[in-house]
Nanobody, 118 residues
Framework: QVQLVESGGGLVQAGGSLRLSCAAS????????MGWYRQAPGKQRELVAS???????NYADSVKGRFTISRDNAKNTVYLQMNGLKPEDTAVYYC????????????WGQGTQVTVSS
């Protein structure tokens, strides 16, 4: 069973920066993909960014050029550097990991609140 522990959320003014971290533990195999989703009040959960074990990245159009995802495979840790934050980035951010053992297993973190004030 994989556990995902997130850190780094908080309150920041528009234009500011935050860095989220998510460490995966408890699994035998390194996740093939790790990433971040977010959910704002009254909205569906959406993909923010993801990164494969090989380093391929994918970003939501709304964060391209502002957010950067990176990964330390040795530590099974994924980071999300968020710059140029906007009030519309306010949401609960969830870490997500995909592990493949015979079949696809998905895991979620508990979520960390990011609030951007205008």
């Amino acid at each position: 069973q994989v556990q995902l522990v997130e850190s780094g959320g908080g309150l920041v003014q528009a234009g500011g920066s935050l860095r989220l971290s998510c460490a995966a533990s408890g699994g035998v195999f390194s996740p093939v993909s790790m990433g971040w989703y977010r959910q704002a009040p009254g909205k569906q959960r959406e993909l923010v960014a993801s990164i494969t074990r090989g380093g391929s990245t994918n970003y939501a159009d709304s964060v391209k050029g502002r957010f950067t995802i990176s990964r330390d495979n040795a530590k099974n840790t994924v980071y999300l550097q968020m710059n140029g934050l906007k009030p519309e980035d306010t949401a609960v951010y969830y870490c997500h990991a995909v592990v493949v053992i015979m079949k696809i297993h998905e895991y979620w973190g508990q979520g960390t609140q990011v609030t951007v004030s205008s």
